[in-house]
């Protein structure tokens, strides 16, 4: 029997959709469920999928906090009639509530999962949790906290992209009296096959002269102003770094919220040996850049549950250093950790110097990405959801 999946996506950059992790996710998992039987439905502001994914259009949410507080009930209603879906997948987890209810005014009995794309809080050392300072502008970010354990209350299946993220949600809604019981799953975001290249045939730096890439957002809490420190450290004879710059310029209200990203890019560009650079939106250029590298470097986000970038290089064959820091100390090879900015810049100095060492981490970077392939990851979904 064909299951029917409402797939509800919120796009944060809608005028830039390729720097929008969410829509590329949902952009190669959709053909992927669909290959495995699925029918999909996916209500954005923007078509994914290919052809045969329905589309249903919704607003563009504006801001960040639009998208948290501010669901239209009569849409999701009229939505949940004509898809008659069997399960109704919310991307953004606070707004499941809203969901559950179009679902009870629609007469609906589809199964309701929660999709914890992003998590707005972290926990510090000591385990303590601390609100997501991206989400908190004018104090909300403990309002946006309750909505996320209001959105996890609301659902059948809370779906998550690592085991990392899977203990931090469960201990968040611990403390905030949500007991998940069986519903949580762990299912990983698929990664783009395009982005795959045998390391074989990746060129491996020749005594020096190494590119390291950096592609990820420069949002402050990314923890871009550390990486501006490391590479300021990291650049010399043998190491020259690119950044990504993945938003363009972007859309005054955004900016009005957070103007980090511009910051940040500009003390970047003004440093020697750094390069920032952009795709301009195209996932051939994107791919181009990150084949004239050597190596990437993970993002310094203290509540980091998984980094679509980071995959990216590694389906390259990119061997990626990283922070040791969440998720990031699940997935990235133990050798190439680092806790200090010292180990970070021996680490790119190695990188660039040994090449056996490279050689053994290309191959280990690209076979990490084995179990992400858009299939595997779709045969996963439709298990959790079923």
Known sequence: MTQRVLYLLNISNSDRLAADSGWIFADLLAPALADAGAEVTVAAPAPAGDGRAGFQRTAVPGTKYRA????DLNQLVELIREVRPDTVVANQIEAAPAVRTALLEAGSHALLA?????LPFAFTADQQLRVDPSLDDAGLGRSVLLAFAAGLAACDRVLVHSSTAASWTTAAASRMAVDLGEKLRV???????RLVRDPADATAPNGGGAVGVYNHRL???YGTARFVDVARQMTGPSVRLKVMDLFGDRRTDRTRLDSSPERHRAELA???GVEVVSDRGDRVRYRGLLAGAHFGIAPFRAGCPWSMSVIDCQGMGLPVIAPRLGWLAEHVDGELLFDTDAEAVALA????TDTEFYAVHAKRAHASTADFTPALVAARYLEAIS
């Open 219 to 221: 949002y402050a809490h």
């Open 114 to 118: 929660g999709y914890c794309h992003y």
């Open 349 to 352: 100095e190695r990188l660039a």
């Open 187 to 193: 299912v990983p975001a698929p990664r783009d096959e």
């Open 270 to 272: 003004a440093l020697d």
């Open 68 to 71: 948290r507080f501010a669901q």
